[in-house]
């Protein structure tokens, strides 16, 4: 991936429906494969939080934020690098309990990375990690070499800005400091 940088993009956005359509498109027509998504509602009420990752360049990213931006239901969109944020997933792992029982070696492998057994029965273990992506990829490795995983699966990076603001809260604070003063006139 060369000169490819992993960026998380932020787009706050009323729930509509078809608006994710409309965002994963600006990807497509680009040819930039999204690598994560999660949508959720977000922590101001009628809005919601898109949280994706693509890997590209700066000039491609900043061009799809801006495509993203004038799409009619979106608040506003952001992009910003790994250093920018905080960011988690969380990953569930099956694994073999027969294995679990005849060798210490996975029990060690969950400690490791401080995972957690959220279910155990006679024939398989669901291992729970929650974390950033380096260490879920790390657990899951060193669980498949052992050979005891038989399903996994992982959520999308959901993300914080470091900064001590959210630029939504403020972009929405000044729209209605805008439309009270409008409406004063």
């Known amino acids: 991936m060369e000169d490819k940088t992993l960026y998380t993009i932020i787009v706050h956005s009323e729930n509509f429906a078809g608006l994710l359509n409309q965002v994963t498109a ?3 027509r680009r040819q930039i494969n999204i690598e994560s998504l999660n ?8 809005v919601h939080k898109y949280t994706i ?8 990213i900043e061009k799809v934020v801006r495509q993203i931006e004038k799409k009619i239901d979106v608040i506003q969109a952001h992009y910003f690098t790994d250093d920018e944020i905080y960011s988690h997933e ?10 679990f029982q ?14 957690r057994i959220v279910e155990m029965n006679p024939v ?8 950033p992506s380096e260490e879920i990829t790390a ?7 052992l050979g005891c995983v038989l399903q996994s699966v ?4 959901v993300a914080i800005t470091t900064s001590c603001f959210e630029r939504v809260n403020e972009f929405l604070n000044d729209r209605e400091e805008r439309h009270n003063s409008s409406q004063s006139s």
């Open 139 to 145: 657990l899951f490795s060193e669980l498949q070499a």
């Open 154 to 157: 992982r959520s999308g990076r």
């Open 39 to 46: 949508v959720s509602a977000s922590s101001i009420k009628g």
């Open 102 to 115: 005849n060798t210490p070696e996975p029990s060690k492998v969950i400690r490791k990375y401080s995972a």
């Open 90 to 99: 969380i990953a569930l792992f099956k694994v073999s309990t027969p294995t």
């Open 53 to 60: 990752t693509a890997w590209t360049d700066a000039d491609s």
């Open 26 to 28: 600006v990807f497509t």
């Open 124 to 131: 398989f273990s669901v291992v729970e990690k929650n974390g």
